[in-house]
């Protein structure tokens, strides 16, 4: 069964950090560029970040860039989200996502370009 699984969201302090896990199974993240997506109440999903298939190139969104640090560890199947400096804004459901490699550079931020999700992890930021 093809599954990707979240973790590592929680409650954290503004300027906390947290580090969120995308863990695939049934299948092998080298084929797909990976994305985080984020989705607060009454709003659209929104792209945050996206690592090439490689994992040698990575694109941020202009909220996020300077702050969130993207990377992945094939051998372990595993796509991290390094969530630092964070911000009253940030909160809302963190989703990761499969995206064929092709489309990395031209899609990333196109949810309907996604061929798996995982299921979300939510992050509050508040004192």
């Known amino acids: 069964q093809l599954q990707l699984v979240e973790s590592g969201g929680g409650l954290v302090q503004p300027g906390g950090s947290l580090r969120l896990s995308c863990a695939a199974s049934?299948?092998?993240?080298?084929?797909?560029?990976i994305g985080w997506f984020r989705q607060a109440p009454g709003k659209e999903r929104e792209g945050v970040s996206c690592v090439s298939a490689s994992g040698g190139s990575a694109i941020y969104a202009d909220s996020v860039k300077g702050r969130f640090t993207i990377s992945r560890d094939n051998a372990k199947n595993t796509v991290y989200l390094q969530m630092d400096s964070l911000k009253p804004e940030d909160p809302a459901v963190y989703y990761c996502?499969?995206?064929?490699?092709?489309?990395?550079?031209?899609?990333?931020?196109?949810?309907?370009?996604?061929?798996?999700w995982g299921q979300g992890t939510q992050v509050t930021v508040s004192s």
């Open positions: 996502a499969a995206l064929p490699r092709d489309r990395y550079a031209s899609s990333w931020y196109k949810r309907q370009e996604y061929d798996w």
């Open positions: 049934g299948f092998t993240l080298d084929d797909y560029a």
